[in-house]
């Protein structure tokens, strides 16, 4: 018996998007990506750091708020005009914000809330950004020929975090944010089903990205001894594989997948 061909093979005739491409977990994807033969574009907003990696790995670099839609709409127009359709999309653009529901101000002993302006920000970066990336792609996508006979057309990646059921204090709208990447997650993948879609959520641990860089060494080891195997921060080069292998699984759909060391994160 024939074997039929099943899901997606990353190679030279795949393009793929990646969010946050420039550096840190989507830096390394679009680099394992490029590694594999896809043709890489790299979404972000840092014009001298996404222009170098993109570079770097053989990709473009498309400059892209992805909270803002015109901007999105712009991006996704060049990409397709300088490298195809895309077939693989990965959303790790994100931002975090460390504020608690409410404050004690030093000065005056006065108790202040958390103002919404910063709490929208996140919001919209990490929550509505995904969901328009994954919108307008899907859109896109549905349009394009089955890539094999189980009819698959394209993947989206989401990322999350463990703080999307395990926030900490001062996580209150970075955890929101997460916890509706997760949430919209199964829902997106059963609208898409029909057109041969699928559609998974990362959601790392402690991985040493640049939302770091502000941290001492001792910081840092100390959050590293926090994770119960292996002790350590993780390398965005296993977020990166692990992104690559939902690609390549036809059975991964609708799935959100802790990538954690077996960490539950302690209330501060």
Same mark, same amino acid.
């Given at each position: $018996? ?5 899901? $997606? ?29 896809? @043709? ?73 809330? *958390? ?40 993947? $989206? ?62 910081? @840092? ?6 994770? /119960? ?6 390398? /965005? ?7 690559? *292998? ?23």
């Amino acid at each position: $018996m024939k074997e039929r061909k099943r899901a $997606m093979k990353l190679s030279s005739n795949i393009v793929a998007i990646v969010t946050g491409g420039a550096s840190g977990l989507g830096g390394a994807t679009a680099k394992a990506l490029a590694e594999r033969g896809v @043709k890489g574009a790299v979404f972000d907003l840092n014009e001298n750091v996404g222009k170098a990696h993109a570079e770097a790995i053989g990709g473009r670099y498309f400059r892209c708020d992805v909270s803002n839609e015109a901007s999105v709409d712009e991006a996704l127009e060049a990409s397709r005009k300088s490298l195809g359709s895309e077939r693989v999309l990965v959303n790790c653009a994100g931002i975090a914000i460390a504020k608690r529901v409410t404050r004690k101000v030093k000065e005056t002993g006065a108790i202040e809330p *958390h103002d919404l302006a910063s709490f929208s920000k996140v919001i919209q970066v990490n929550l509505i950004g995904t969901f328009l990336m994954i919108a307008k792609s899907a859109a896109h996508m549905q349009s394009l020929a089955p890539l094999d006979k189980d009819g698959e057309r394209g993947v $989206m990646i989401n990322t999350a975090s463990v703080a999307a059921t395990d926030g900490q204090i001062g996580q209150v709208a970075y955890a929101a944010s997460k916890g509706g990447v997760l949430g919209m997650t199964l829902p997106i993948a059963r609208d898409l089903a029909q057109s041969g879609i699928r559609v998974c959520t990362i959601m790392p641990g402690l991985f040493l990205t640049p939302m770091f860089d502000s941290l001492s060494e001792e910081a @840092k080891q100390s959050l590293a001894a926090s994770v /119960p195997f292996p002790s350590r921060l993780g390398d /965005p080069a296993e977020y990166a594989a692990l992104a690559c *292998h939902i690609c390549e699984n036809a059975m991964l759909n609708g799935e959100a997948i802790r990538l954690d060391g077996a960490i539950r994160m302690a209330p501060r």
